[in-house]
Structures are given as structure tokens and as C-alpha cells.
């Protein structure tokens, strides 16, 4: 059984750049969850695809958009990139209707300068 | 909107002492996940407490449900210096938007 993965591990981009982080689901999971970390701080929710179709999204501005795919995985595309976009990016994936476990990739380490 | 409270924020004990870390909320929660992160790595799940007044071991640790379901802890028994990381609480929200609130986390560090 495969687990989460993202890609890239880390990235570096510019103010006002557009990046596109990736992730694919665990074998079988058809929900992602993609969370915003600040250091030493907990994941802040920005939205949810489950069965392709947003499900739910949290405190992001629309500059924050994603999409899943028909084989579960899934990418964020952030815009306008600005200096407080610096963080960790999590996905995570489960099976099934959200809020069941969650099973999280090792994150995305974006800095913006 | 709902929140789940974590405290304390943070946490600064001695290896073989015992400590809890709390996760209050205001709303009712079908269930209650613990996860736990080190550096680098994503969270990953401890345990899921389902039924109000719910306790849960995983060898030294202890986790409860309230009997409201707003609120959770952990207890920690001769902690060890493996212990260390970020502790999260994440709440299953069960509504029409359903997702999991997710609580600030608590670091924890034991020191040798």
C-alpha cells in the first residue's frame, strides 16, 4: 500500500509568482484535505475535494484554488504568491465521507522571498 | 465558528514525569481525533475516541472523550524523551460541510 506523497519536498519562489504543489492520495482514498502550518502551530484548513467536487473550504482567499483528479490526486495553485504564504503544506487523504482519518503526506516546505 | 482549544500551548518537562494536554470546544464533535507530528514529517493518528465519556490507552498514554463530546485529553504517564512533538486534536464536525476543525496543537518537549 502506497501512502501519501507530495511533491516537490521543497520549494522557493518570488512575490507575485504562482506555484502548483501536487499530491497523491493513498491507494483507495477518494477525499483530500489540503492544510496550511505555520511553524510549531497546527495545520489551518483550505479546502477539501472529495469525489473530484470541492467540499468544504476554510478562512483562504480565492487566489487559493485546487483540484482532484479522476485517480484521486490532487494539486494546489496559489497566485500572487505574497510573503506570509511561507509555510508548510499539507495533504491529507481518507477513505470516504470527510472527517474520517486522515492520512498525511510529509508536506511541502514553500518559502516565498 | 467552531474552535477547538488546546492548552498548553506549549510544554517543557522532565524525562518520567506525567503531563496533560487539554482540547476544549463549545461544540459537539461525532468524534475526536489525536495526532502527533515531528519536525518534518505530516501528523499522523494516535487515536480516534468516538462515545461521550470514552477512554482510550495506548500504552502510556490515556486519552477521554468528554461526556458532552465538546472536549478531550491526553495523558501522558513517565513521559520520555521519544514523546516529544507537536500533539494535535482535530474534531469531526459531522455537519452538511463536513470536515475536521482542527485545534493549534501543543508542543511537547522532554528532556533527558
Known amino acids: 500500500e502506497t501512502g501519501v506523497t507530495q511533491s516537490p519536498t521543497h520549494l522557493i519562489k518570488t512575490r507575485g509568482q504562482q506555484v502548483t504543489l501536487r499530491c497523491s492520495s493513498q491507494?483507495?482514498?477518494?477525499?483530500v484535505s489540503w492544510y496550511q502550518q505555520a511553524l510549531g502551530q497546527g495545520p489551518q484548513f483550505i479546502f477539501q475535494y472529495y469525489r473530484e467536487e470541492e467540499n468544504g473550504r476554510g478562512n483562504f482567499p480565492p487566489r487559493f484554488s485546487g483540484l482532484q483528479f479522476p485517480n484521486y490526486s490532487s494539486e494546489l495553485n496559489v497566485n500572487a504568491l505574497e510573503l506570509d504564504d511561507s509555510a508548510l503544506y499539507l495533504c491529507a487523504s481518507s477513505l470516504g465521507p470527510p472527517g474520517n482519518e486522515q492520512f498525511f503526506g510529509p508536506g511541502t516546505r514553500l518559502t516565498v522571498l | 465558528t467552531q474552535l477547538l482549544e488546546q492548552s498548553p500551548q506549549f510544554l517543557s518537562i522532565q524525562e518520567g514525569e506525567n503531563l496533560t494536554v487539554y482540547c476544549n470546544s463549545s461544540?459537539?464533535?461525532?468524534?475526536l481525533q489525536w495526532y502527533r507530528q515531528e519536525p518534518g514529517e505530516g501528523p499522523v493518528l494516535l487515536v480516534t475516541v468516538v462515545t461521550g465519556g470514552e477512554v482510550k490507552k495506548l500504552k502510556r498514554l490515556t486519552f477521554q472523550f468528554g461526556d458532552a463530546r465538546k472536549d478531550s485529553s491526553l495523558h501522558i504517564t513517565a513521559a520520555q524523551p521519544g514523546d516529544t512533538g507537536l500533539y494535535l486534536c482535530a474534531g469531526d464536525n459531522a455537519g452538511n460541510n463536513r470536515k475536521l476543525i482542527w485545534g493549534l496543537g501543543t508542543s511537547l518537549a522532554v528532556n533527558p
Open positions: 491507494s483507495g482514498h477518494n477525499t
Open positions: 461544540s459537539v464533535f461525532s468524534s
